[in-house]
Each structure stands twice: as C-alpha cells, then as structure tokens.
C-alpha cells in the first residue's frame, strides 16, 4: 500500500513559505529549500531586534542629549542629575527631541535645572 504524505497540507505549508519570501532574490525566492531557511531567518531577526529597537533608540537619545548638554558646559550624567535633583521629570526621548529641534528650550531646560537643584 502507498504511503500516505498529506499533500495538501504539505502543499499549503509550502506555498506559505514561499508567499513570505516575496520579494526576495533568486533562489531565495523560488526554490523552497532556501526560500524557507531565508523566511526563517528573517523571522528570528525580526525577533531579535524587536526588542533591540528600543535600546538602539534609548543610546541615540543619550548621545544626542550628551552633545546638547556639552554645548550648554555640562555633562550627560550630570544633566541627568540635576534633572533629578530638580524634580523635572522629562524622559531621554522628549530630551533628545529638544535638543534637536530646538537648541533654546533645551538650553532654557538646562537653566532650569541647575537653578531647581541648589
């Protein structure tokens, strides 16, 4: 007697592997073999960087608040200090943000700082 090898779910998962290797190139987009390790691979750095994103975003503020914060004659440590001290609750991202877009609220925000924290 034949074995049976459920075609049509194998047909289907196949087809699925390669619906999401749209867009690929070559072999990748075609043959299923690779085509399907590609997708998988994709798929676990999709993954990963997920949650890399937020710590490469939370390191870009901290440079960009660091560079502002110099060109006001202050570290970035010690700006988060006297943010602290000050009880001027801004998070790195809105930080960043001002420091950006507008050089004089920052500066304005630094100000602030160090006359709340004596």
């Given at each position: 007697?034949?074995?049976?090898?459920?075609?049509?779910?194998?047909?289907?998962?196949?087809?699925?592997?390669?619906?999401?290797?749209?867009?690929?190139?070559?072999?990748?987009?075609?043959?299923?073999?690779?085509?399907?390790?590609s997708v998988e691979r994709g798929?676990?750095?999709?993954?990963?960087?997920?949650?890399?994103?937020?710590?490469?975003?939370?390191?870009?503020?901290?440079?960009?608040?660091?560079?502002?914060?110099?060109?006001?004659?202050?570290?970035?440590?010690?700006?988060?200090?006297?943010?602290?001290?000050?009880?001027?609750?801004?998070?790195?991202?809105?930080?960043?943000?001002l420091a950006v877009r507008d050089?004089?609220?920052?500066?304005?925000?630094?100000?602030?700082?160090?006359?709340?924290?004596?």
């Amino acid at each position: 007697m034949p074995r049976a090898k459920n075609s049509p779910a194998s047909r289907r998962r196949r087809r699925g592997y390669l619906k999401q290797a749209k867009g690929y190139v070559g072999g990748r987009r075609k043959l299923y073999r690779t085509a399907r390790e590609s997708v998988e691979r994709g798929l676990q750095y999709a993954y990963r960087d997920r949650r890399r994103k937020k710590r490469d975003f939370r390191r870009l503020w901290i440079i960009r608040i660091n560079a502002a914060a110099r060109r006001n004659d202050i570290s970035y440590s010690q700006l988060i200090h006297v943010l602290n001290t000050a009880g001027i609750a801004l998070n790195r991202k809105v930080l960043a943000d001002l420091a950006v877009r507008d050089e004089k609220a920052f500066a304005d925000v630094v100000e602030t700082a160090r006359a709340g924290s004596k």
